[in-house]
């Protein structure tokens, strides 16, 4: 997290060299951990005593360590060793399906099986869903070694979500309710997650928790967790959908920071209301509203999309109306932030492949293995998400610059002389 954090300036090499370490170095770990849960799994499948009492098959050591190229270069891996204590040739032999010993380029194994998940598959079903892409290799990839990867992500998740957040600062948030085929054994049906940016740019995964379909009382819960847990400082702005829970818990918790709509899901309820043969130019009519160069020029064609569409689609032109002030917030804020703060997209491009609001799967899990899944799938996306566009900008805005139309009054005011 973000406590007073230095800015250090070095060349785009280092950084990126820099990073590209930390990354390997976390995928190193990640690939151990399921490594070792592997051969757990197999001792305790073939545990067998020998005459003098001892276990035919121990752990002897590792084979050696070998490099494995993916997307972000080489992962040195090593793989625990097997041994027979009888020495006799038989088809019981430990290969790690994981790590076999021709792979060389990686399957994204950490956020495959997390995926697979929250798709609703279960943890019986893991070796079967594999087999057509792994082939034999994914005969050891059994329930056991499924099980004990849960149990660990279970671990991360509890310890990351008590964490302290004393210190930290968030200028933005983005908030949604993400909706998935997999059902919790509770009745609560969604997730919630809140991702933020930082000082630097840094864009950082806040808060998951899940709740009765974005209620109130449930986003509520989720902030005033954040606040007990040291996170004082309020967003300058919070970026998220329609669902009225969560602006409710944010003005009780939170009342100082700002709201935005999103804009596609904005754009998403204005076209339910009209004929498909009408969405065409409406999305055009409301680009031209969300895209104007300045808050006059978007108020311009703000009224007039509500003069075209009043009489014929009341319900559709009602449905903007409302939301005038938190549709339009955005320009109160750097230019350069507007294409990250007028969408959700952050969080909706994260869970794009696996979100659903419609079916449901027939199996259900406990609430702390969907979580602990989103979790790893947001841990995984974390490591490729950019810091935001015009990140200098935002010390401005946590000094209390005032901004018009997305450029800083004073600098405004020193154009205008010009």
């Known amino acids: 997290m973000c406590e007073d ?12 060299d820099l990073l590209s370490e930390v990354i390997r170095r976390g995928a190193r770990d990640l690939l151990a951990m399921a490594v070792e849960a592997e051969v757990s799994e197999f001792l305790s499948m073939h545990q067998r005593s020998m005459a003098d009492g001892k276990n035919q098959y121990v752990r002897n050591g590792y084979l050696p360590e070998r490099g494995i190229q993916t997307g972000i270069g080489e ?10 204590r009888e020495k006799i040739k038989s088809d019981i032999q430990f290969h790690s399906s994981i790590v076999p010993s021709y792979l060389r380029r990686s399957v994204k194994m950490q956020e495959f099986l997390p995926l697979l998940y929250l798709k609703g598959i279960s943890t019986g079903d893991f070796r079967e869903a594999l087999s057509p892409l792994m082939g034999d290799s994914a005969r050891n990839l059994s329930a056991g070694v499924i099980s004990r990867l ?3 992500w279970e671990e991360e998740f509890a310890q990351w979500s008590v964490r302290s957040l004393a210190g930290d600062h968030y200028v933005y948030w983005w908030a949604d309710g993400i909706y998935f085929q997999a059902r919790m054994e509770e009745a609560k049906d969604c997730v919630l997650v809140i991702m933020g940016v930082t000082v630097d740019g840094t864009k950082e995964l806040i808060a998951i928790s899940d709740g009765y379909r974005e209620s109130k009382d449930s986003w509520t819960d989720v902030l005033r967790s954040l606040q007990r847990r040291g996170l004082k400082k309020a967003a300058k702005l919070a970026v998220g959908d329609g669902a009225l829970g969560f602006w409710g818990a944010l003005n009780e918790v939170y009342p100082e920071t700002r709201h935005q709509r999103c804009w596609v899901h904005k754009i998403s309820n204005v076209l339910n209301y009209l004929p498909k043969n009408m969405h065409a130019q409406a999305k055009n009519d409301l680009e031209q509203i969300w895209m104007a160069e300045t808050r006059a020029k978007a108020r311009r064609a703000w009224i007039e999309f509500i003069e075209k569409y009043r009489f014929k689609y009341p319900k559709a032109v009602g449905c903007i109306e409302k939301n005038e002030e938190e549709l339009l917030a955005f ?3 750097p230019a350069e932030h507007w294409k990250s703060l007028r969408t959700t997209n ?35 996306a974390e490591k490729r998400w950019r810091r935001i566009p015009g990140f200098k900008r935002l010390e401005e805005v946590i000094e209390g610059i005032k901004f018009i139309d997305g450029i800083a009054e004073n600098q405004k005011t020193l154009k205008i002389a010009a």
């Open 75 to 84: 992962v040195k891996v090593t793989v625990p060793r097997v041994r027979d």
């Open 150 to 152: 849960k149990e660990r």
């Open 5 to 16: 954090k230095a800015i250090i300036v070095e060349t785009p090499e280092i950084q990126t």
């Open 346 to 380: 952050p969080i909706e491009s994260t869970f794009a492949t696996v979100r659903h609001r419609t079916k449901k799967s027939k199996g259900c899990f406990s609430r702390e293995t969907i979580l602990a899944m989103v979790f790893k799938l947001c841990s995984s």
């Open 331 to 333: 320009y109160d804020f």
